[in-house]
């Protein structure tokens, strides 16, 4: 099994972060005063970026075959819906993943700078999965699957617990609380699939699915 830590710089993400701010914030170039919001942005950034450190860690694993909702990972059973739609034969790989972002703590600032400073976080978290993703594809053997994890595919969050066994948050400076939230507050983390053909995973909308037990005709349930 193969396992690795990458750091990111911020200032080789700024880019994509600051595209993702624009687009989180809807800042319309054209809007005088949507141009100072973005002054006020930009000048939130040299407080958000003082002491921060972006970090990733992932693991590979075989791939095995899916019981049910149910698949097992490094002797970990975990719990999704749509594990249910996956085809074993198409999988080729496993991997488990966290992004984290650690800062130095923060002198109290007024509502409007730490807004954007949220929201940075946010943009940064985003580029640096992006990142990670374009590292694990020149690893991976095969295709990469979207994400699944807490929040997504109808995984429930409690999920998150099962991941700090098979993967070691400590190593990112993050970790797993009992109640399976992340800190720092600013991490992401899943299981992504390595696949032989994409087309043959759940569908898109399955992403944001809640994992409502009611009614699910594609993962076969019903009322």
């Known amino acids: 099994m193969d396992e690795f830590c990458i750091c990111f710089s911020l200032a080789e993400l700024y880019g994509s972060a600051l595209s993702r701010l624009k687009t989180a914030c809807r800042f319309d170039p054209a809007k005088e005063m949507h141009a100072r919001?973005?002054?006020?942005?930009?000048?939130?950034?040299?407080?958000?970026?003082?002491?921060?450190?972006?970090?990733?860690?992932?693991?590979?694993?075989?791939?095995?075959?899916?019981?049910?909702?149910?698949?097992?990972?490094?002797?970990?059973?975990?719990?999704?819906?749509?594990?249910?739609?996956?085809?074993?034969?198409?999988?080729?790989?496993?991997?488990?993943?966290?992004?984290?972002?650690?800062?130095?703590?923060?002198?109290?600032?007024?509502?409007?700078?730490?807004?954007?400073?949220?929201?940075?976080?946010?943009?940064?978290?985003?580029?640096?999965?992006?990142?990670?993703?374009?590292?694990?594809?020149?690893?991976?053997?095969?295709?990469?699957?979207?994400?699944?994890?807490?929040?997504?595919?109808?995984?429930?969050?409690?999920?998150?617990?099962?991941?700090?066994r098979v993967l070691d948050f400590g190593k990112i400076g993050a970790e797993v609380l009992e109640n399976g939230i992340i800190r720092p507050q600013k991490s992401c983390a899943g299981i992504l699939f390595t696949v032989r053909n994409a087309a043959l995973m759940p569908a898109a909308l399955c992403r944001d699915c809640a994992g409502d037990r009611a009614v699910c005709a594609l993962c076969g349930r019903s009322r």
């Not at 249910?84 to 007024?110: F, H, M, S, W």
Request: charged share 25%; proline share 4%.
């Open 37 to 164: 919001m973005l002054d006020d942005a930009l000048a939130a950034h040299a407080d958000f970026a003082r002491g921060a450190e972006l970090a990733a860690a992932a693991r590979f694993f075989e791939p095995s075959a899916p019981q049910g909702t149910s698949l097992t990972v490094s002797g970990v059973a975990f719990s999704c819906a749509a594990f249910a739609q996956l085809d074993e034969r198409n999988l080729t790989g496993i991997i488990a993943y966290a992004v984290t972002l650690r800062r130095d703590a923060a002198p109290r600032r007024d509502t409007g700078r730490l807004f954007y400073e949220d929201v940075w976080g946010n943009a940064y978290i985003e580029a640096a999965l992006d990142a990670l993703r374009t590292e694990l594809a020149a690893r991976a053997d095969g295709v990469l699957s979207d994400s699944f994890g807490p929040g997504y595919y109808g995984m429930a969050p409690a999920e998150m617990k099962k991941l700090a």
